[in-house]
C-alpha cells in the first residue's frame, strides 16, 4: 500500500517553531520529488515548497523564504518542513505529496499540483496565543 503521512503539526504561539514530517510507505521518497502545500479555511491551496530527487530543482514560495526549509532523510524515507517565525497567518492544514524524480515547479507554484502522484491527509498547524 502506498501512502504518504503527514505529521507534526499543532497548537504553536506566534513567533514559534515547528517541524512537519512527511514519512513514506510502500515506495521509496529517493527517486521522487516532495512538495509541501497549505490550506486554510475559505483560501485556496497554496504551494510552498517542493525538493527534487537526485539533481533536480528545489522550489520555496516568496511568502514563506527565509521561514520555512525543506529537507529529506532518505534512511528514513521522510521530507521535513521547519518553519520558524510562525504568525496567525499561517495557520492551515498542510500537505505532502510526491512526484517522480523532480519537481514540477509550475505545479507547486499554482497550488493545484496537478503533476503529484501521491498525496498525504494533512496536518493541522495553528499558530495563536
Known amino acids: 500500500q502506498v501512502q504518504l503521512v503527514e505529521s507534526g503539526g499543532g497548537l504553536v504561539q506566534p513567533g514559534g517553531s515547528l517541524r512537519l514530517s512527511c514519512a513514506a510507505s510502500?515506495?521509496?521518497?529517493?527517486?521522487?520529488?516532495v512538495g509541501w502545500f497549505r490550506q486554510a479555511p475559505g483560501k485556496e491551496r497554496e504551494g510552498l515548497s517542493c525538493?527534487?530527487?537526485?539533481?533536480?530543482?528545489?522550489y520555496i514560495a516568496d511568502s514563506v523564504k527565509g521561514r520555512f526549509t525543506i529537507s529529506r532523510d532518505s534512511a528514513k524515507n521522510t521530507v521535513y518542513l521547519s518553519m520558524d517565525n510562525l504568525n496567525p497567518e499561517d495557520t492551515a492544514i498542510y500537505y505532502c505529496?510526491?512526484?517522480?524524480?523532480?519537481?514540477?515547479?509550475?505545479?507547486?507554484?499554482?497550488?493545484?499540483?496537478?503533476?503529484?502522484?501521491?498525496w498525504g491527509k494533512g496536518t493541522q498547524v495553528t499558530v495563536s496565543s
Open positions: 510502500g515506495f521509496s521518497l529517493d527517486t521522487y520529488a
Open positions: 505529496a510526491a512526484e517522480v524524480l523532480t519537481c514540477t515547479i509550475a505545479s507547486i507554484r499554482d497550488g493545484r499540483g496537478h503533476a503529484m502522484d501521491y
Open positions: 525538493i527534487s530527487a537526485r539533481d533536480g530543482p528545489t
